[in-house]
């Protein structure tokens, strides 16, 4: 298990054991969450197809449902640089943290989350190694925080269209 998850997971573990719930909570969507008296954590139940992204209440008295977007990367023919485009923002969003799983690795290469393409626009993430194969590469100098306006593009520039993997940015919704 990645360590992010792990970080999660264990975030979850310390508020089931320290809030006494006693009830549980239902999401639009068929999304359920309950405390669990016996093992003091919160099960997770997803009922159906999802929730919509315009169902995340905006971030509040930190408060804020925290959702990944994620960049898939296929490997194309090594030996230049080029852009994966991601989805664009679905509303305005602050970045809380950015990692890859790398799964064909080319020497001497990395990536960036860019706002534009061609390398252009602002930077939404530090170098991300993609020298070897491996999950959970979290990117160097990142700053928490970064927002985006709604409908902002997402870019992850390669440094070798060799590259393959998935990259992936924890959000939440920017407070109003």
């Known amino acids: 298990m990645s360590g992010w998850l792990d970080a999660i ?8 054991s320290e809030l006494a719930l006693g009830y549980g ?5 068929g999304l359920k969450a309950r405390l669990n008296p016996s093992t003091k954590f919160i099960d997770v139940t997803l009922d159906d197809a999802g929730v919509a992204p315009a169902a995340l209440t905006a971030e509040s008295s930190s408060l804020a449902v925290p959702f990944v977007i994620r960049v898939e990367m296929t490997a194309g023919t090594p030996g230049t640089a080029d852009d994966v485009s ?8 602050r970045i809380l943290d950015r990692w890859a799983d790398v799964n064909t690795a080319i020497s ?3 990536l960036r989350v860019r706002t534009a393409s061609g390398g252009g626009g602002s930077t939404l993430s530090g170098l991300i190694s993609t020298a070897t194969a491996q999950d959970g590469v979290r990117a160097s100098n990142s700053a928490d925080g970064d927002t985006l306006a709604a409908n902002a593009p997402i870019f992850v520039r390669r440094s070798d269209r060799g590259v393959a993997g998935n990259v992936y940015l924890l959000c939440v919704r920017a407070g109003s």
């Open 9 to 16: 997971l264990g975030r979850i573990r310390y508020l089931g």
């Open 86 to 93: 991601g989805p664009a923002a679905p509303f305005a969003l």
């Open 108 to 110: 001497a290469t990395n």
């Open 25 to 29: 909570l239902d999401f639009k969507g």
